[in-house]
Structure formats: structure tokens, C-alpha cells
């Protein structure tokens, strides 16, 4: 018996790492999944774009766990393609009970004084309005259940602390708490339940790339990833270099069940004690 | 399979309320028990003293779960007692992994200045104190261990934010959230995590009682339950007017389990949205 029989899940994000982890541990637990993804460049982002390669694999471990997933390409930018995305997956799934707003970007850092103006809006566009778009388009379904739902926010210790160089990105994910917040408050009386979860830096490509190696050690010339994981096992009391997507997923699963069903409001790190670092 | 099989946890305050809650819990998962309680009336206490009965109540469930349990009337005020208890439940359960310090009284109500000297002391030496000093008496033995453990302080939404006419109780709840980050710290490198939970109102005899329903009532002449939960509900943003000890306990089993093990340092409500309301 899963914690999560029977319900559906909205992934953004769904097609490779945090996403595709959630989409799994989700599948696991007995949910569907509804999700997509832009699989597209991002302009200034230090990582390679998601593929349709990457979404097939998401959706091919979903249905080897015996769950359905309908995956589509579609844009947080773009709200009449996350409405058609999500319209799609409840026409052929019949419901949402949880919405995990994950999909987001990290791009060119530098200094908030030296940051291109369109570097800083795109930042906020998918981080914060894409978050927003997300749970816009998810919320009139969640109202329909008797029960409620459960709306997961993807914020960072960047979302409860600043960050050098990050100035778009901190700024972005502190925004996330402040909707989170606010639609806490807003969708209470309908038994929806609003959490933001708060991720120190995670094995995955946004993290586990040349720019943040550089960004992180500029001692060195030609910095690797194992160069900056041996930093940030300093930015962490327990000494841990990443935490893996699964760890993330974990507090996602446990937020999303019943539980929970008296968590809402609630900005959780999962962060190996950064924040109290 | 339970998610805590083969752990051994120590709880205090066990023989009611939130406490039979988590040793019952953690026992359904497949932990032993070791548990104090006072058993004893506290001077103040809005709530009538835990008996003998209650201790053996929490002996027979966890027994009838067939889980072991070392349970001892001993009083958080006491740091002798304290490890006297944890160190006659290691000698029979054989090792430490998790501590629920969970005691904690509510007691005189009324504006800080007409508080007496020995009402806010008291309170301090219980719901702060105690809860040092049961962590002083359990670290060594988690330690021991080698393989990491996890602490977990009870506090309470008037740990993040002040109720009027429970001074004392809004400070020494705060109390714990310091002890808690500072512990936090400490214990990483042991792979030790120390996180609180700041529960809202909890059906159990602390706020399940007339002099809890007079705080929330002033203006009726001799409120009942419905009334209280009239006045409760309006503390909250999701539409009750007080949360389950299960509720509290299943926040407990998720923090306590390995799909928390990179959670440390965390202030965790399950309040209903009270915080954020």
C-alpha cells in the first residue's frame, strides 16, 4: 500500500532531475503523474537544456512502476500552454490532489550591479511567475476534491538567505515563500494545504556544472565539479557534499500525505543545517 | 517492515497526551521505547497530573504492539533522575538512536508582570531546561552508537511568534528553538540532527480543559469545547480548531526516519497555518 494511492500529481519540471525524482518517488508511493517540461535552451543557463530524450525516460520509469504519466512539452512562461497541459493530464487522469512547482532556473551569475536586466526578469518570469502559473492552473481542480490538495513550492536556502552573485536567483526563490505564504492563506478554508521546501545544493545538473565549479572555487583555474563539492561540504555542519533529488523528493512525499494534513505555511529546509550553519 | 525497525527511542512526558502518541507511533513503525514521565502533580498546572494508570495505559499499548518498552517515573527537573532512566533503558534495550523530548507543562495564566517569580521559573526549569537536560542525559549514548541519530524538541507555535497572558511559556518554547539550532550545530559532525515541532492547539488534557477554554473565552461565563473551538479556529488558517497527538507523532516518525537524513537545524509547525495567519 503506497502513502499516495489513488492521487495525482502535477509535475513541472518532470523531465530529468528533481523533477523526474519527484515523478518516481511519487509513482512509488501509488500516484499518477501529470508533468511537463519546456525542453528547451534557456538563455544563460549553465547547463544543457532538458531533451524529449530525458522526458521519455521520465515517463518510461513511471510506467515501468505500473503508474500512468501524461508528460508534455510545455513553457511556465507561457500560461495558456501550462493551462493545456494541465487540462490535458486531468482529462485523462480525472483529477489533481497535489501540485509540485518545481521546474526553475539558475543562469549567468555575477554581481546584482553587473546583471543583465533580461538575465534578472527571465529569473523571476520562470522561478516566480512560473511557479504562480503553475498552481493558477492546478487550483480549480484541487477545489473540486472533497479533501483538498496539497501545493509543494521548490524554493532553496537561497529562498531564507542571500547568496553573493546570486542576486536574481535570492531573490527569485524568497519570492516563492512570500506566494507560498499568501496562497496558504488564500486556499486554507478549502483544505489546501501550501508548503515551500528548501533545498541546499542537490546532485543534479543546475548544480553540477563548469560555471558554478568556477563560481565557487576561484582559486583555481580550471576548476571540476569535485572542486566544488569539496567546498561545499563547508557549507554544511554534517560536512555533506550534495544531497541526492531523492532527499528532496523524500519531504515532498511526506508533505503531500496525510501525515501532514495539518502542515501548511510552512518554509522547510532539507539542507543538511545550512540555514543554521 | 516499519521505518523505524530496530531503533530505540527515548521519550518524555510518555504517559499521555502527545507522549502515548509517540511511543505508540514509533512503535507501529517498529522502535522500543524508553520513557519517563513525572507522574506527578506539577504546581500550577492547568491540567490534572498524569497517573500510574496513564504510565501503564502506554506500557500495554506499545506492549500489545509487541514492542518493548523501559517506562520510569522520573521528572525532567532532575538531571539525576533523567540518566538514571536513559541509562537503566540503554543497559536493557542496547543502544540510542532517537530522543523525543516532549515533557512540558502549561500552567498559571495571566500578563507576564502578575506572573510570579515561581511560576516563570518553574516553567523555564521544565519546558526549557527539561528539555537540556534530557538531551544532556541521551547524547552520550547516541554517540556511542556511531551510527547518528536524531533529536527531536517539542515547541510550539508560541515558540515562533507570543500568545498573550502565557509569558512564560512563550519564552521558554522560544527557549527551545535556540537550544535546538545550537545542538544543531554541535552534533553534525556525529551525524546526530536536531530539529523542533511547534505544534498549534492538541487535543490532549493540556488544552483539553477548562482553564485552557477560559484563556480562549474571557467572554463567556463557563466555556465548553465548542465554544473553545469557536475561538481556536480563528488562530488557525486551515479551518479547525485543534490538531490530533497523531498528528504531531507522524511529524516525529518522518524527522526521526532516514527519509529525513539530511533535515537538521529545522523549526517545523504543524499548526494548522497558525504561524502564518
Given at each position: 500500500?503506497g502513502?499516495?494511492?489513488?492521487?495525482?500529481?502535477l509535475?513541472s519540471?518532470v523531465?530529468r532531475?528533481?523533477?523526474?525524482?519527484?515523478?518516481l518517488?511519487?509513482?512509488?508511493?501509488?500516484?499518477?503523474?501529470i508533468?511537463?517540461d519546456?525542453l528547451?535552451?534557456i538563455?544563460?543557463?549553465?547547463?544543457?537544456?532538458?531533451?524529449?530524450?530525458?522526458?521519455?525516460e521520465?515517463?518510461r520509469?513511471?510506467?515501468?512502476?505500473?503508474?500512468?504519466?501524461?508528460?508534455?512539452k510545455?513553457?511556465?512562461r507561457?500560461?495558456?500552454?501550462?493551462?493545456?497541459a494541465?487540462?490535458?493530464?486531468?482529462?485523462q487522469?480525472?483529477?489533481i490532489?497535489v501540485?509540485?512547482g518545481?521546474?526553475?532556473v539558475?543562469?549567468?551569475?555575477?554581481?546584482?550591479?553587473?546583471?543583465?536586466?533580461?538575465?534578472f526578469?527571465?529569473t523571476?518570469?520562470?522561478n516566480?511567475?512560473?511557479?504562480?502559473?503553475?498552481?493558477?492552473?492546478?487550483?480549480p481542480h484541487?477545489?473540486?476534491?472533497?479533501?483538498?490538495?496539497?501545493?509543494?513550492?521548490?524554493?532553496s536556502?537561497?529562498?531564507l538567505m542571500g547568496?553573493?552573485?546570486?542576486a536574481h536567483?535570492?531573490?527569485s526563490?524568497?519570492?516563492?515563500?512570500?506566494?507560498?505564504?499568501?496562497?496558504?492563506l488564500?486556499l486554507?478554508?478549502h483544505?489546501?494545504?501550501?508548503?515551500?521546501?528548501?533545498?541546499g545544493s542537490?546532485?543534479?545538473?543546475?548544480v553540477?556544472?563548469d560555471?558554478l565549479?568556477?563560481?565557487?572555487?576561484?582559486d583555481?583555474?580550471?576548476p571540476?565539479?569535485?572542486d566544488f563539492?569539496?567546498v561545499?561540504?563547508q557549507?554544511?555542519?554534517?560536512?555533506?557534499d550534495l544531497?541526492?533529488?531523492?532527499?528532496?523528493?523524500?519531504?515532498?512525499v511526506?508533505?503531500?500525505?496525510?501525515?501532514a494534513?495539518?502542515?501548511?505555511?510552512?518554509?522547510?529546509?532539507?539542507?543538511?543545517?545550512t540555514?543554521v550553519? | 517492515?516499519?521505518r523505524?525497525?530496530?531503533?530505540?527511542v527515548?521519550?518524555?512526558?510518555?504517559?499521555?497526551?502527545?507522549?502515548?502518541?509517540h511511543?505508540?507511533?514509533?512503535?507501529?513503525e517498529?522502535?522500543?521505547?524508553?520513557?519517563?514521565?513525572?507522574?506527578?502533580?506539577?504546581?500550577g498546572s492547568?491540567?490534572p497530573?498524569?497517573t500510574?494508570?496513564?504510565?501503564?495505559?502506554?506500557?500495554?499499548?506499545?506492549?500489545a504492539l509487541?514492542?518493548?518498552?523501559?517506562a520510569?517515573?522520573?521528572?525532567?527537573?532532575?538531571?539525576?533522575?533523567?540518566?538514571k532512566?536513559?541509562?537503566?533503558g540503554?543497559?536493557?534495550?542496547?543502544?540510542?538512536?532517537?530522543v523525543?523530548a516532549n515533557?512540558?507543562?502549561s500552567t498559571?495564566?495571566?500578563p507576564?508582570e502578575?506572573?510570579?517569580?515561581?511560576?516563570f521559573?518553574d516553567?523555564?526549569?521544565?519546558?526549557?531546561?527539561?528539555v537540556?537536560?534530557s538531551?544532556?542525559?541521551?547524547?552520550?549514548h547516541i554517540?556511542?552508537?556511531g551510527?547518528?541519530?536524531?533529536?527531536?524538541?517539542?515547541?510550539s507555535?508560541?515558540?515562533?511568534?507570543?500568545?498573550?497572558?502565557?509569558?512564560?511559556?512563550?519564552?521558554?518554547?522560544h527557549?527551545?528553538?535556540?537550544?535546538?539550532r545550537?545542538?544543531?550545530l554541535?552534533?553534525?559532525p556525529?551525524?546526530?540532527?536536531?530539529?523542533?515541532?511547534?505544534p498549534?492547539?492538541?487535543d490532549?488534557p493540556?488544552?483539553?480543559n477548562e482553564?485552557?477554554f477560559r484563556?480562549?473565552?474571557p467572554?463567556?461565563?463557563?466555556?465548553?469545547v465548542?465554544?473553545?473551538i469557536?475561538?481556536?479556529k480563528?488562530?488557525?488558517?486551515l479551518?479547525?480548531?485543534?490538531?490530533?497527538?497523531?498528528d504531531?507523532?507522524?511529524?516525529?516518525?518522518?524527522?526521526?526516519?532516514?527519509?529525513?537524513?539530511?533535515?537538521?537545524?529545522?523549526t517545523l509547525?504543524?499548526?494548522?497555518?497558525?504561524?502564518?495567519k
Open positions: 500500500m502513502r499516495l494511492d489513488g492521487k495525482v500529481v509535475v519540471g523531465a532531475s528533481q523533477g523526474r525524482s519527484h515523478a518517488r511519487f509513482a512509488q508511493e501509488g500516484a499518477d503523474v508533468g511537463f519546456v528547451d535552451e538563455k544563460g543557463s549553465p547547463s544543457p537544456a532538458a531533451t524529449q530524450a530525458d522526458m521519455d521520465t515517463v520509469q513511471v510506467e515501468a512502476l505500473d503508474r500512468r504519466i501524461v508528460a508534455t510545455a513553457d511556465v507561457d500560461y495558456a500552454a501550462v493551462k493545456a494541465v487540462e490535458e493530464g486531468v482529462a487522469l480525472g483529477r490532489d501540485v509540485l518545481n521546474a526553475g539558475f543562469t549567468a551569475p555575477s554581481l546584482a550591479e553587473d546583471m543583465e536586466d533580461d538575465i526578469m527571465d523571476l518570469d520562470i516566480v511567475a512560473g511557479v504562480w502559473r503553475t498552481a493558477k492552473a492546478a487550483i484541487l477545489k473540486k476534491n472533497e479533501h483538498g490538495g496539497s501545493i509543494i513550492l521548490t524554493s536556502v537561497a529562498g547568496y553573493p552573485n546570486f536567483y535570492v531573490a526563490k524568497h519570492a516563492v515563500v512570500g506566494l507560498m505564504r499568501t496562497l496558504a488564500e486554507a478554508p483544505h489546501i494545504r501550501v508548503n515551500s521546501v528548501h533545498p542537490v546532485n543534479t545538473v543546475m553540477m556544472n560555471t565549479a568556477r563560481l565557487f572555487r576561484p583555481l583555474e580550471n571540476t565539479t569535485d563539492k569539496a561545499a561540504k557549507m554544511n555542519p554534517m560536512g555533506i544531497l541526492e533529488a531523492y532527499d528532496i523528493s523524500n519531504a515532498m511526506f508533505l503531500a500525505s496525510d501525515e494534513r495539518y502542515i501548511t505555511g510552512v518554509t522547510l529546509p532539507v539542507d543538511a543545517g540555514m550553519q | 517492515m516499519g523505524l525497525d530496530g531503533k530505540v527515548f521519550i518524555t512526558g510518555v504517559a499521555r497526551g502527545q507522549g502515548r502518541s511511543a505508540i507511533r514509533f512503535a507501529e517498529g522502535a522500543d521505547i524508553i520513557g519517563i514521565d513525572v507522574v506527578e502533580p506539577i504546581a492547568t491540567s497530573p498524569a500510574q494508570a496513564d504510565m501503564d495505559e502506554t506500557v500495554r499499548a506499545v506492549e509487541d514492542r518493548r518498552i523501559v520510569t517515573k522520573a521528572d525532567v527537573r532532575s538531571l539525576e533522575q533523567v540518566k532512566a536513559v541509562d537503566d540503554v543497559a536493557q534495550l542496547g543502544r540510542l538512536d532517537v523525543i515533557a512540558g507543562v498559571f495564566m495571566g507576564a502578575s506572573l510570579t517569580e515561581e511560576a521559573v516553567m523555564v526549569d521544565i519546558n526549557l531546561t527539561g537540556w537536560r538531551c544532556a542525559a541521551a547524547i552520550p554517540k556511542a552508537g551510527r547518528g541519530g536524531s533529536i527531536i524538541m517539542t515547541s507555535a508560541a515558540g515562533l511568534m507570543a500568545y498573550a497572558n502565557v509569558g512564560h511559556y512563550v519564552a521558554a518554547k527557549g527551545v528553538v535556540g537550544l535546538m545550537t545542538l544543531a554541535e552534533l553534525a556525529d551525524s546526530i540532527r536536531v530539529n523542533s515541532i511547534h498549534t492547539t492538541v490532549t493540556m488544552v483539553n482553564a485552557t484563556l480562549f473565552r467572554d463567556v461565563e463557563n466555556p465548553g465548542d465554544d473553545f469557536e475561538a481556536a480563528v488562530m488557525n488558517a479551518p479547525i480548531g485543534w490538531v490530533e497527538a497523531v504531531i507523532s507522524n511529524a516525529m516518525v518522518w524527522l526521526a526516519s532516514d527519509e529525513a537524513r539530511y533535515v537538521t537545524g529545522v509547525p504543524v499548526d494548522a497555518g497558525a504561524v502564518i
